[in-house]
C-alpha cells in the first residue's frame, strides 16, 4: 500500500503545482485594458477556476462575462459572471445555448474595447455554435471520437462545422480586441488547434478537412460537405494570445513530487500520442528493465493517448494504460503503473485514471475478471474498480494532458 499512497501524493502534488490561478494572476496582473468596455468569456474544463483568478485580479473591471465549463467543474458564483455547464466530450444543447449567450454578449463592440478570452482543453465541445444541425454535429463528434482519431485530426473538421472555432470567435469580437490567456492541453501548444482555436487563424485546409473525412469513412449530409468546403479566417489582426501552461510543466511537477518522496525521476516524454494498451504495455516494459536496481526510480510520460472503442464497457484512456500494464507488471516487487488525466475526469467516467501494481493481475482473477476480456471490451473501469485501482481526484479545475508514471521501490 506505500505504493499506492506514494502514488495518490504524487497525484494531488502535481496538479496543485499546474493549478491555472496562479498563472492566470501573473498573466493579468498590472495589464491596462484602457477605458473600454471588458468582457469575460471563459471556456473549457478550467474556465471556472481562470474566470474565478481572473475576478480576484480585476475585479470591477470587468463589465460583464460568461463562464462555460463542464458539468461539476463550477464550484459557485463569481461575482456578476454567468456561470454555465455543458456536455463534453460530445457537445449538447446547453453548450449551443451558453455560447449564444457569449456571442450576444461580445456583439456590436467597439474598437476600445477588450474581449479577455480565457481559452483550456475541452473548449471544441463546450464553446459551440453549430452551422449544421446539432444532432449531426454531435454523431459526426461521436463518430470520430470512436474511430479513435486524434485531437487534430477531430478539431480540423469541426472547424468548418462552427460558427465560433478556426478564428470565427475572434473575427465575431471584432474591432475589439481580444486578449487570450491558454491552458494548453495539446501536445506542442499549437494555438489553432487548442479547442479549435477560437481566436486563433486556422492552418488547416478544406483538403485536410476533407481526407479526414474520407479517412475515416464519415457520413455527411450535403449541408455539411457544404460548409466543409468554405476555408477559416486565415489571418487575425485583433488577438494578442499567452500560453500559461502545458503537459510539459505537468510533468515537470510530478517529477519534483517523485524526487521529495525518494524517487529519482526520469521524464521519458512529454508527447506520448499512441494508443492507450501499448502506451501501457510499454510502460510495463520500463518496469520490467529496471528490476535489479538498488534505487528507487520514477519514469514519467506526458501526452494524450487515444483509444479505439471495440467494446460497449466503460472507462478511460488513463484507465486502458493502467490495465494493459497490469500483465506486464505483474508479480514484479514493490512496482507500480499509474496515469491519470490532469482534469480529474477520465473519458466518461467519475475517475481521473487508474493504477496498477504487481498484484493486480492476481486480483482480477481472483475475481474471475478477465484482464484480456475487460480491454476488449473497454471496460477498464469496472476491472480496476474491482482490483482497488481507481484514481478519484473530483474536478480539479485544471486541464494540461495526461501524466503516466512508473514506480519501483527500493527501500
Known amino acids: 500500500m506505500d505504493l499506492r499512497r506514494d502514488c495518490d501524493q504524487i497525484a494531488a502534488g502535481a496538479i496543485a503545482r499546474v493549478l491555472p490561478g496562479e498563472a492566470v494572476r501573473r498573466a493579468l496582473r498590472g495589464r491596462d485594458f ?48 454567468v456561470i454555465r455547464e455543458a456536455g463534453h466530450p460530445i457537445p449538447d444543447e446547453n453548450g449551443f445555448s451558453a455560447t449564444c449567450e457569449a456571442l450576444a454578449l461580445t456583439e456590436s463592440l467597439c474598437p476600445e474595447d477588450t474581449v479577455l478570452f480565457l481559452l483550456s482543453g475541452g473548449g471544441s465541445a463546450l464553446f459551440e455554435a453549430p452551422l449544421i444541425n446539432p444532432e449531426e454535429l454531435q454523431r459526426i463528434t461521436a463518430q470520430l471520437l470512436a474511430c479513435g482519431a486524434d485531437i ?14 478556426g478564428g470565427r470567435f475572434a473575427a465575431h469580437c471584432a474591432p475589439a480586441q481580444v486578449f487570450t490567456v491558454v491552458l494548453s492541453d495539446v501536445i506542442g501548444d499549437p ?19 476533407r481526407a479526414i ?36 510543466e505537468l510533468c515537470h511537477a510530478a517529477a519534483a513530487v517523485c524526487r521529495e518522496l ?16 501499448e502506451a501501457g504495455r510499454f510502460l510495463a516494459a520500463i518496469a520490467r528493465s529496471h528490476q535489479d536496481t538498488d534505487r528507487s526510480l520514477a519514469f514519467l510520460a506526458g501526452g494524450e493517448t487515444i483509444v479505439h ?22 508479480a514484479l516487487r514493490d512496482t507500480a503503473v499509474f496515469s491519470l488525466g490532469s482534469d480529474g475526469t477520465d473519458g466518461p467516467t467519475d475517475a481521473a485514471g487508474g493504477y496498477a501494481d504487481g ?52 527501500d
Open 34 to 81: 484602457g477605458s473600454g468596455r471588458l468582457i469575460l468569456a471563459a471556456v473549457g474544463k478550467a474556465a471556472w477556476s481562470m474566470a474565478d483568478a481572473a475576478w480576484d485580479v480585476l475585479g470591477g473591471a470587468v463589465d460583464s462575462g460568461i463562464v462555460i465549463t463542464k458539468y461539476g467543474h463550477s464550484r459557485g458564483t463569481i461575482g456578476p459572471l
Open 309 to 330: 472503442l471495440t467494446g460497449q464497457g466503460l472507462g478511460g484512456r488513463n484507465q486502458e494504460i493502467a490495465l494493459a500494464a497490469s500483465e506486464g507488471i505483474a
Open 152 to 165: 487534430t485530426e477531430i478539431n480540423t473538421v469541426r472547424k468548418r462545422l462552427s460558427a465560433v472555432k
Open 191 to 209: 494555438l489553432d488547434v487548442i479547442a479549435s482555436g477560437p481566436a486563433y487563424p486556422d492552418s488547416s485546409t478544406c483538403d485536410d478537412a
Open 359 to 410: 498484484q493486480t493481475s492476481a486480483r482480477l482473477t481472483e475475481r474471475g475478471i478477465s484482464l484480456h476480456e475487460a480491454l476488449q471490451n473497454n471496460d477498464a473501469y469496472h476491472a480496476l474498480q474491482a482490483a482497488g485501482g481507481l484514481l478519484m481526484t473530483g474536478p480539479t479545475g485544471t486541464n494540461v494532458n495526461d501524466v503516466s508514471v512508473v514506480l519501483i521501490r527500493r
Open 213 to 248: 473525412v474520407e479517412k475515416y469513412g464519415l457520413s455527411l449530409s450535403l449541408e455539411a460537405r457544404r460548409h466543409l468546403d468554405r476555408e477559416t479566417p486565415k489571418a487575425l489582426g485583433n488577438v494578442t494570445t499567452l500560453v500559461t501552461g502545458s503537459v510539459r
Open 262 to 277: 525518494g524517487y529519482e525521476p526520469v521524464v521519458l516524454t512529454d508527447c506520448l500520442t499512441c494508443e492507450a494498451r
